[in-house]
């Protein structure tokens, strides 16, 4: 045989497995609304840069009448490619191949191209779409997802790790995705659960449809098992591209910088925080004043909406803002928000991003329901993601710092590098009325006009303490500044930032409070 | 700082220690359960599941530690039983019925 003709023997292979499970399957995933694998992996990567590997694997299943069954590429894309010029490993699993189905062969596909992005430091992304284990498949099927959890867990803090959700992921199969760092999902096309509607009903006769019990809302929204949430697969790879720009290829490099650029807001910063201390606003729009070109990619949205998580830009370079949100709850912290912001504090830190806080806070989110959720041990977990950061850690109190969230919000105590505060900060060990009623309890109580009388205590209280002098005084901040000065400051303290060398007692890791 | 006071329909009074603040609320805070203290002689379901069997009758005087039902779970039979010596007052459950979590299965009431 000519090479010639070679050639045109692979080609005329390779065109059949590109095939998938062919054109009727390929229009009932149109139906659906979704891209088949191909078109998502072609989508997102640049144009011309996807290379595909173990493109003719076959499954070795003989039980079931498999043996005679041809699955192209065993149900899953695997290949390496670039996102605006940054080096990244993909698997898409392909949902026209006996439903995306995950046999052993699948899952050593997946766990290659895994083991490679591992070696050669590059983030890895994988695109669920499958049906769950192949049954027939029985224990290989298992011992696949094992593997791949395996290679997730080593993977973790090391290189970033991406999940999208474009189908169902259903079973064992969602805890790749909860391993990774960062999950998308789509309305109407992401189903993610551990029991599904069927088994539900079954069991404990309650009847919920599959949006209902773990679409893309309810994980957006409820359960904060995902991070970013679009319409449509088209909005969805749009967020991959960006997230990946904002992030290193590994935890060995930092974030690629970028030219730096003014902040475009058209609000004046001094103007967004109302006087009183009892009104909200979107702590975003400061979030907008301060960062290059005014720009913000928020992580979880939806979910525990009273913090505020994502990345921007300063003077260029790639930084985490962690913000209480006035706007939700008074800002408060409870469990979800601190879950939130203890697991995104831990990704900057492992990628070497700076971390950015700003503070307006009233406190813990009282009520037994808190309590009883384990509100000390999730807020633990945020005490512990602060103080463990050896990145450069930069907070700007803007209003309120009370008790122990003065303490979690990056304070100095936990290891903070530059404490800024505005002139409006009220930082103290509580709010003025309730500290003023348990400092003055008797002179209240005793006074003719109890009244008259707490109200002058908690002015007092107000003149003397609701300011950022006596946390200035200590030298718990390092300078008041005015809202003007904010985003210049930032990006110096960034820059002086640039080479901090903060080492910790060595361990084989530490105890976190899980 | 002058920043204006917004006008928005959805900002609600929220307490947080002495002071209320003018804010949202997020769908989950406002589904949260609220806490009711939990009465002895209500006997509920711990785990979702099926009554495969009732061993008492209203009315009856039963012995601490006798058992009341089995619901069956997770493919498992649990034994329920009486956690103090009480009369059956009623009972809510049927041989067959699958039943959610702290569903009320049994009330007792105190033995004169």
Known sequence: MSLKKNILALRQRKAIVEMGGGDKAMQKQAAMGKLTARERILTLLDPN??????????HEERNFGMDDKVLAGDGVITGTGTIKGAPICIYAQDFTVMGGSLGLKHARKITKIMDHALKMKV????INDSGGARIQEGIGALAGYGEIFYRNTLSSGVIPQISVILGPCAGGAVYSPALTDFVFVVE??????ITGPNVIETVLGEKISQEDLGGARVHAEITGNAHFYALSELECLEQIKELVSL???????????????????????????????KQPYDVRD???????????????????????????????????????????LAG?????????????????DAFNIPIVTLEDMPGYLPGVDQEHAGVIRHGAKMLYAYSEATVP??????????GGGYIAMNSRHLGADFMFAWPGAEIAVMGPEGAANIIFRKEIMEAEDEDAMRQQKVKEYIEKFANPYVAAAKGYIDAVIEPLETRGLLLHALEVSKNKDDHRPYKKHGVPPF | MKGKTIENPELVEFAVTARKYKTQLTRKFKNRKVWVEPNAYEIQSFIPGTIIHIS??????????????????MKMQNRIEMPFTAKIKTINVNVGDRIPKETLMIVLEEVE
């Open chain 1, 188 to 193: 109407n096309i992401s189903k993610m659960f």
């Open chain 1, 332 to 348: 408060v912290l409870d469990c979800d928000a601190s879950d939130k912001a203890a697991r995104f504090i831990r990704f900057c």
């Open chain 1, 393 to 402: 850690k930069v907070t700007v109190i803007l209003r309120k710092a009370y």
């Open chain 2, 56 to 73: 008492v009758k209203e009315g009856e005087i039963v012995k601490e530690g006798d058992p009341l039902l089995i619901l069956e779970a």
């Open chain 1, 247 to 277: 992030i290193p290829h590994s935890n060995l490099q930092k974030a690629a910088k970028v030219e730096a650029k003014k902040p475009t807001f058209k609000k004046n910063i001094e103007n967004i925080i109302p006087a009183d201390p």
């Open chain 1, 286 to 328: 400061i979030i907008y004043a301060l960062s290059d070109e005014s720009k913000f990619l928020e992580v979880q949205e939806l979910w525990a909406p009273n913090i505020v998580i994502g990345f921007g830009r300063l003077g260029g370079e790639s930084v985490g803002f962690v913000a209480n949100q006035p706007m939700y």
């Open chain 1, 49 to 58: 840069s996807f290379h595909e590997y173990d493109l003719f694997v076959e």
């Open chain 1, 123 to 126: 983030p890895c992304i994988g």
